[in-house]
C-alpha cells in the first residue's frame, strides 16, 4: 500500500509534517453589506447579498456571536463584505479573538497599531485600464502606498481574459512596492461583454501564471497544480462543480452523496443569523465558477486521490502550503 512515508523523500515529508498538524477550520463573514466601491462583477452585489439580511451594528452581539464560532471549533475568520475596513471596531473583535484574514479593496489602511500582524489581502483587478474599466477607479494608486513593504498583505489578483499578455508589468508592480501577489481569474458574475473565458484563453492563461511563478517565486504565492486545476476545472478525472464543491454552507448542504467538504463551514451574512449558499455568489452557476479558494480547498480536501504516485501527492502539498501562506499559518 502506498503511503505518505513511501512516496515522500525526507525534506517532503518534512514538508507534510508541517502543514498536516494544521487543522484549518474556516468559516467566512459579511462584515458589512456596503462598500466605498462598486465594481462591476462583484459577485456580492451583482446576486444581491447585501440585501439578504439587515446588518448587525451592536459590537456586543458580534463578540458574542464570534465567541459562539469559536466553540464551534472555527480556528480561521475570513472576513469579507462588502468592505471590512468600513467597519474597524468589528474587525477588531475577530482580530482579538481568532486568527483572522481581511479581504479589502486597499482603499482604507488597516492601521497596523491596532492590527499589528493580521493578514490582508488587498483585491486588485489587473492594471489601471483594467481597475478604471470595472472598478471605476485605479485602486493599485492607492492601496500601494496604503501597504507598500507590509509583511502582512498580499495582492489578491483577479485576472481577466483582457489582462492575458498583460500580467508581467502587473506582477512587477506589485514587487517593486514590496508585496506578494496570489492570482485567481474572473468568474463575471454580472457578463460584462468581453470578459468571459474562452478554453484557448484559459489555456493561454496558465502558461503566463506559470512564467509569472517562474520568473517572480519571490513574489508570486502559487503553485502550477492550482494553475492547472483553476483553467482547467479538473483534477484527477473529476470536474469541479456543485456536486464537487468543499465550500457549501454545511446546514444548507443537502447534497447526495456527500463531496469531500471543508468541515463545519458556514458563510455568514452581517446580520450573524443568515447563512449564504456557499463561499461566493449565492446566484452563480457553478458550472462557470472560477473560485481560487473553492478550488485550492476542493484539492486539500481531496488528499486520498493524491497519493497514487509522489508527484500528485508533492502537487498536493504544494497546493497546502500555498493555502497555508496566504492565511498565515505558515511562513512566506
Ligand atoms: S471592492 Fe469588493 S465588495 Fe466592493 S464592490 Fe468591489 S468586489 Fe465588491
Ligand atoms: S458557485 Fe462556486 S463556490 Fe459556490 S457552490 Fe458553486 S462551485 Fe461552489
Redesign the pocket.
Known amino acids: 500500500m502506498k503511503t505518505v512515508s513511501t512516496l515522500l523523500s525526507d525534506d517532503w515529508h518534512e514538508r507534510y509534517r508541517r502543514i498536516s498538524s494544521l487543522n484549518i477550520r474556516s468559516s467566512i463573514y459579511d462584515v458589512t453589506h456596503r462598500?466605498?466601491?462598486?465594481?462591476k462583477?462583484?459577485?456580492?452585489?451583482s446576486s444581491n447579498e447585501h440585501k439578504a439580511a439587515h446588518e448587525e451594528t451592536g459590537i456586543g452581539k458580534w463578540e458574542y456571536f464570534i465567541d459562539s464560532e469559536l466553540k464551534r471549533g472555527v480556528n480561521l475568520a475570513i472576513l469579507?463584505?462588502?468592505?471590512p475596513t468600513l467597519c474597524l471596531d468589528r474587525v477588531e473583535a475577530f482580530y482579538r479573538r481568532v486568527p483572522t484574514f481581511c479581504?479589502?479593496?486597499g482603499l482604507i489602511k488597516v492601521p497596523r497599531d491596532r492590527f499589528p500582524d493580521m493578514m490582508v489581502g488587498i483585491?486588485l483587478?489587473g492594471d489601471a485600464e483594467a481597475e478604471k474599466t470595472l472598478?471605476g477607479k485605479d485602486?493599485f494608486a492607492i492601496s500601494s502606498k496604503n501597504y507598500e513593504g507590509d509583511p502582512h498583505a498580499y495582492y489578491l489578483y483577479t485576472i481577466t481574459p483582457k489582462q492575458i499578455g498583460k500580467i508581467e508589468p502587473v506582477i512587477k508592480k506589485i514587487r517593486d512596492v514590496g508585496l506578494k501577489v496570489h492570482m485567481q481569474l474572473l468568474s463575471n458574475d454580472e457578463n460584462v461583454d468581453g470578459f468571459f473565458w474562452s478554453p484557448e484563453e484559459l489555456n493561454d492563461i496558465r502558461m503566463e501564471m506559470d512564467d509569472m511563478l517562474d520568473k517572480y517565486p519571490d513574489t508570486v504565492i502559487s503553485s502550477r497544480y492550482y494553475h492547472q486545476i483553476i483553467t482547467t476545472g479538473k483534477m484527477m478525472g473529476r470536474s469541479f462543480g456543485w456536486a464537487e464543491c468543499p465550500s457549501v454552507t454545511d446546514p444548507l448542504d443537502s447534497r447526495e452523496p456527500r463531496p469531500k467538504r471543508l468541515i463545519n463551514f458556514i458563510r455568514w451574512a452581517s446580520d450573524l443569523k443568515t447563512m449564504h449558499r456557499c463561499c461566493t455568489s449565492e446566484t452563480r452557476d457553478c458550472a462557470t465558477c472560477k473560485d481560487g479558494a473553492a478550488h485550492m480547498s476542493w484539492v486539500m480536501v481531496n488528499k486520498r486521490l493524491h497519493m497514487d504516485s509522489a508527484r500528485d501527492l508533492r502537487n498536493w502539498i504544494e497546493v497546502y502550503e500555498m493555502f497555508a501562506k496566504l492565511y498565515r499559518f505558515i511562513p512566506w
Open positions: 462598500c466605498n466601491l462598486r465594481c462583477g462583484c459577485f456580492f452585489f469579507i463584505g462588502g468592505e479581504a479589502t479593496n483585491s483587478w472598478r485602486t
